[in-house]
């Protein structure tokens, strides 16, 4: 497998661990209590500054290539390029509720989470048509060469959390992360 998809792939693995989070923090919300808002505020930010600005663009690029070869499931990989912009529309819906908590407007508490549920969903269900359908078209289809090219075109930014991570900035997450890998390094 080359490079740039490993790397898509593992981005995947790693979104998914948020969403993960996104859930328990939404059922702790639910339940009444205050989550960290902190914490969701930065999982947005990541998401905002790295799946928007690095990941979606080159899966747009691996998309756009296979359909330049004229694959069978066009359909497939023309609704994950148009869908790109909507998860990030429907991130930043999220994330201007929770703002409006943090500067205590009045705000629905069902109408916030279900912000929060929707993004969730979203991506989730994106993720699983790429990663069940899409990923592997991308794999019989292109050629090394293929790889090559798109790897020069695609965008180069580190992740900033998984990465080389960000401490400063995603205080709250790099903190949560850092407890939640202790564990496995001592048992």
């Given at each position: 497998?080359?490079?740039?998809?490993?790397?898509?792939t593992q981005?995947?693995?790693?979104?998914k661990?948020?969403l993960?989070?996104?859930d328990?923090?939404?059922?702790?919300f639910h339940?009444?209590a205050e989550?960290?808002?902190?914490?969701?505020n930065e999982?947005?930010e990541?998401l905002?500054?790295?799946?928007?600005?690095v990941?979606?663009?080159t899966?747009?690029l691996?998309f756009q290539?296979v359909?330049?070869k004229?694959?069978?499931q066009?359909d497939l990989?023309e609704?994950?390029m148009?869908q790109?912009?909507?998860?990030?529309?429907?991130g930043?819906?999220?994330?201007?509720?929770?703002?409006?908590?943090?500067?205590e407007?009045?705000?629905l508490r069902?109408d916030?989470?279900?912000?929060?549920?929707?993004l969730?969903a979203s991506?989730?269900?994106?993720m699983?048509m790429e990663?069940g359908d899409?990923?592997p078209?991308?794999?019989?289809?292109l050629?090394?060469?293929?790889?090559?090219?798109?790897?020069?075109?695609?965008?180069t930014?580190?992740?900033?959390?998984f990465?080389?991570?960000?401490?400063v900035?995603f205080?709250a997450?790099?903190?949560y992360?850092?407890?939640?890998?202790?564990?496995?390094?001592t048992?």
């Amino acid at each position: 497998m080359h490079a740039l998809m490993q790397r898509l792939t593992q981005d995947h693995a790693r979104q998914k661990k948020l969403l993960a989070l996104f859930d328990s923090l939404l059922d702790r919300f639910h339940e009444g209590a205050e989550p960290d808002y902190d914490l969701m505020n930065e999982m947005l930010e990541y998401l905002d500054s790295y799946a928007d600005i690095v990941h979606h663009p080159t899966e747009d690029l691996v998309f756009q290539r296979v359909l330049d070869k004229g694959v069978a499931q066009a359909d497939l990989f023309e609704l994950l390029m148009r869908q790109h912009p909507g998860l990030s529309q429907v991130g930043k819906r999220f994330r201007q509720s929770l703002n409006g908590i943090l500067n205590e407007e009045v705000l629905l508490r069902e109408d916030v989470e279900a912000d929060g549920r929707e993004l969730v969903a979203s991506m989730r269900t994106h993720m699983m048509m790429e990663d069940g359908d899409a990923y592997p078209l991308a794999l019989q289809t292109l050629d090394d060469g293929d790889w090559e090219s798109i790897a020069a075109q695609a965008p180069t930014v580190e992740d900033p959390l998984f990465g080389t991570p960000d401490p400063v900035r995603f205080r709250a997450l790099y903190r949560y992360l850092s407890e939640q890998a202790e564990p496995e390094t001592t048992g």
